[in-house]
């Protein structure tokens, strides 16, 4: 089992949806936990970044953290077809470092 | 801020040569950077993390000999992937912590494509 799990898609929805990502994780040591934008052929890029349970927003975006249920999820209110990208989570247990573990990514596609 | 470059975005070389990734901290310095590499559809998988001034540390089942890693300044870490091999052939992307942070900023990343 991956300590992290990602559903890689791809979802597809129209303009103006709400999109829900999620993430689940067997590692109860995680903490920190981050959610990645990439576009295709580039790095990823930090949109969302959260300590232990919890939500955080951030413009159209916002992120939640259950830490009980070892789930996290990212949404993304009145989507644009500019939002069509992979999503990643990441996390970070207290005393690991810097090492992150990434899920595998969700391919979103909004369409026009 | 916290912009992180790599060049090249893209190399191709022939089996058996050698060839080296830049990955420069644009407007801050970097004590610390981190080399991943990324298969199509697969997750970013951490390399090795590199401190300025001293030696990377490797992860688990990298060959240290052949993905030499220097951090020569706050700015400025190269990969050099050695005696290339088609199987290296991959998406290499760097970041860097800004400050005591724990976010991780991410270069564009380059692709390697062996013959």
């Known amino acids: 089992q991956k300590e992290v799990e990602q559903d890689p898609g791809p979802l597809s929805v129209p303009e103006g949806a709400i999109v829900s990502l999620n993430c689940t994780y067997s590692?109860?040591?995680?903490?920190?936990f981050m959610w990645y934008r990439q576009y295709s052929r580039k790095g990823p890029e930090l949109l969302m970044y959260?300590?232990?349970?919890g939500n955080k927003e951030d413009g159209r975006f916002t992120a939640q953290v259950d830490k009980s249920s070892k789930y996290i999820s990212l949404f993304i209110r009145d989507s644009q077809p500019s939002d069509s990208a992979t999503y990643l989570c990441a996390m970070k247990e207290k005393s690991s470092g810097d090492k992150l573990t990434f899920g595998t990514g969700t391919r979103l596609a909004v369409r026009p | 801020g916290a912009v992180v470059s790599q060049h090249p975005s893209w190399v191709i070389c022939k089996s058996g040569t050698s060839v080296k990734i830049e990955c420069r901290s644009l407007?801050?310095?970097?004590?610390?950077m981190f080399w991943y590499r990324q298969f199509p559809k697969q997750s970013l998988m951490l390399m090795a993390t590199s401190n300025e001034g001293s030696k990377a540390t490797y992860e688990q089942g990298v060959e240290k000999d052949k993905f030499l890693i220097n951090h020569a300044s706050l700015t400025l870490s190269t990969l050099t992937v050695t005696s290339a091999h088609p199987e290296d052939s991959s998406f290499y992307i760097c970041?860097?912590?800004?400050?005591?942070?724990?976010?991780?900023?991410f270069g564009p990343g380059t692709r390697l494509t062996v013959t």
């Open positions: 959260t300590y232990s349970s």
């Open positions: 590692n109860s040591a995680f903490q920190y």
């Open positions: 407007d801050f310095q970097a004590t610390t």
């Open positions: 970041s860097a912590r800004v400050g005591v942070q724990y976010e991780q900023y």
